[in-house]
C-alpha cells in the first residue's frame, strides 16, 4: 500500500526553524510532483510549496523567502525546511504526492499530516 509519511513537526519559539520530512512508502515506482499544504483551525488547507521531480519550485507568498523545499527522488522523499517561523504558520502540514504505483498508476496522496505550533 502506497503512503506518504511525515516527519519534523513539533513546537518552536517564533523567529525558529523547523524541518519537514516526508517519504513515500510502498509500491512506489516514480514520483512526480510533490509538496507541502497546511490547515489552521477554521481554514481551508492551502499550498505551501510544490517542487516538480526536475527542480521546479512553487511557493505560495507567505512561504518565499523563508522556506525552502527541496527533495530527494532516490528516496522518494520531499523535505520543508522552515525558517523565521511566526505564529501565523502554526498549523498541521500535510505532505502530497503524484506517485506511479505498482499497477502503473499515476495517483494523488496524502499524508497525515504534521503539527507545527509557533509559540513562546
Sequence with gaps: QVQLVESGGGLVQPGGSLRLSCAASGSVF??????????????????VATMTRGGNTNYAGSAKGRFAISRDNAKNSVYLQMNSLKPEDTAVYYCWGNLLDGEDRWSRYWGQGTQVTVSS
Design 30 to 47: 516514480s514520483t512526480g510532483t510533490m509538496g507541502w499544504y497546511r490547515q489552521s483551525p477554521g481554514k481551508q488547507r492551502e499550498l
